[in-house]
């Protein structure tokens, strides 16, 4: 399915990611690698699967170390750089109006990991589009397990996408403010809001076990290296970035690019960056 005409996205990419730290002291969390590939990267491949490509259609925003998004992103996308703090979800679709310009907008999480092995990205979140009225809004959701828990929406667990008509966004200020209160539970009141659900797998990525978990998902039943790294070592269940060299022994763990095990190291259940640094990642540990 291709994305109707009057919608355009948004790729949210300004947040700290202060759960991830100190993973994401240097490099912004859209910009942190899942399976080898960018996690905003991710992102615009599956709006690009819709049709959705290119600044006049999609934008993305960008705050903490934002320089880095910007030039990861370059001319792919139309660029909203907030100044100061993150805006927030909501604040940052409010800094986009004059370029939503009357458009729906399909909003997208870049940390969200999503893979349907039924679908390519892109057509796994068409049902997110088909038969849209451009009048209510619509999330994409997963069974909770506890389907009345807080934060639930008609007993599911946002995964990532939304789908919002240009009513629910021209008032939204260039302010803080999160899209929960200022749209999705008015929305949600006024009988407005369907939530479609998305058949595969979902990982959110906002810590270091959810993170790991969501590479290792990519990574199949096996080892993920990239074609340029060096691998002496016994790898088992893992991804290794581009350049990264291990010598030792590692299992259930992400070697970020550039990064290094010594022969002497066994890692397990972590990740390890590219300045030495090796966060825990215990199974479990949300």
Avoid at 68 to 97: C, F, I, K, Y
Avoid at 204 to 233: E, F, K, Q, R, W
């Amino acid at each position: 399915m291709t994305a109707p005409d009057g919608l355009c996205a948004v790729v949210l990419a300004a947040g700290e990611g202060t759960r991830l730290r100190p993973l994401t002291a240097r490099v912004p969390k859209a910009l942190c690698p899942v399976g080898n590939v960018p996690l905003l990267d991710r992102a615009l491949h599956r709006l690009a699967g819709l049709g959705l490509t290119g600044p006049r259609r999609v934008a993305v925003n960008a705050c903490y170390l934002a320089d880095q998004v910007v030039a990861h992103v370059s001319d792919r996308a139309h660029l909203s750089v907030e100044p100061g703090d993150p805006l927030g979800t909501a604040g940052g679709l409010g800094n986009l109006r004059d370029w939503i310009a009357g458009r729906g907008v399909l909003v997208g999480n870049a940390d969200a990991y999503l893979a349907d092995p039924g679908a390519a990205p892109g057509p796994d979140i068409a049902a997110l589009l088909a038969g849209w009225d451009f009048h209510s809004v619509r999330l994409l959701g997963r069974p909770a397990p506890d389907p009345r828990a807080p934060g639930t929406f008609d007993g599911h667990v946002f995964t990532g996408f939304s789908l919002l008509p240009w009513h629910r966004v021209r008032e939204l200020p260039a302010s803080f403010g999160d899209l929960v209160r200022a749209v999705w539970r008015p929305a949600e009141a006024a009988g407005e809001l369907t939530v479609v659900p998305y058949p595969g797998t979902f990982f959110d990525t906002g810590t270091p076990a959810d993170y790991l978990a969501a590479n290792l998902h990519a990574a199949g039943d096996g080892a993920l290296v990239a074609p340029d790294a060096i691998v002496t070592g016994r790898v088992r269940h893992a991804v290794v970035g581009a350049c990264a060299v291990v010598r030792g022994d590692v299992e259930r763990v992400v070697v970020w690019p550039g990064a290094t095990v010594g022969p002497d190291e066994r890692l397990r259940d972590a990740i390890r960056a590219d300045d030495g640094l090796t966060v825990a990642a215990p199974p479990g540990g949300r």
